[in-house]
């Protein structure tokens, strides 16, 4: 029996991050609000997906790039870190980690998305 061994040497389609492969900040930002609101834990889910709702369109090109490293992180551990019940990897302490954690302790929280 023999085997077939295929390889890929580029890709069909390219990563939407930059203007002159198909992308936009609009469209970074769509991928990135798509992403927040289906990681696939709810209740990580429902933060990052609010928070994303109502902040990521005024958010520069630093936090943008925080943020789609935390989209990034395990889902245990980032409900861990919102939870305060864990403390937060050096990588994924950031300010903008600092700012989703004041979101979820905001006073009358809704979380619908």
Known sequence: ???LVV?????YIHPMTQPEKGGSQEARRKRLL???QRRGFKEV???FGSFAAAHLEAMNEAE???FELLLDAPDQEVYAWLSRGAPVT???DTPLLHK???FCTRKNPTWNV
Do not use: P, Q
């Not at 390889?7 to 890709?11: A, G, I, K, L, Y």
């Open 1 to 3: 029996m023999s085997s």
């Open 34 to 36: 798509f992403r927040a």
């Open 100 to 102: 989703i954690k004041a």
């Open 45 to 47: 889910d429902l933060v």
């Open 90 to 92: 050096a990588r994924y």
């Open 64 to 66: 943008l790039d925080a």
């Open 7 to 11: 390889t890929f040497t580029h890709r």
